[in-house]
């Protein structure tokens, strides 16, 4: 995600943000760290988030356009497809 979507995007206005769910802010910096990513990290202690959007699974990718519409949903990651998405929101 850090190098083949945020680094390619990031300039044309995507904006990219990870879900740590139920982590504390120290797990979730650690693995920030440890994946190496420059986008934010947003603590959802509670897991309200994911309860928003109807999910449950992790690894799970949203793509929000600048309208607040949802894009794409999906469990798996499908890169291509993601790509194709954000293509057609920028």
């Known amino acids: 995600m ?3 979507i ?3 995007f990031k300039d044309k206005g995507l904006k990219v943000f990870a879900v740590g769910v139920k982590e504390s802010a120290e797990q979730a910096s650690s693995w ?5 990513l420059t986008y934010p990290v947003i603590i959802d ?10 999910t449950g699974s992790v690894p799970y990718h949203i793509l929000i356009d600048q309208d607040f519409v949802i894009r ?5 990651f499908d890169k291509d ?6 293509q057609e929101a920028l």
């Not at 202690?45 to 109807?54: A, D, N, R």
């Not at 794409?72 to 798996?76: C, G, I, N």
Request: hydrophobic letters at 35%; a negative charge; proline letters at 0%.
């Open 2 to 4: 850090e190098k083949e």
């Open 72 to 76: 794409l949903s999906q469990e798996d």
């Open 6 to 8: 945020w680094q390619r």
């Open 32 to 36: 920030s760290s440890q994946h190496q």
């Open 81 to 86: 497809l993601l790509i194709r998405a954000i």
């Open 45 to 54: 202690l509670e897991g309200e988030i994911y309860k928003i959007f109807g």
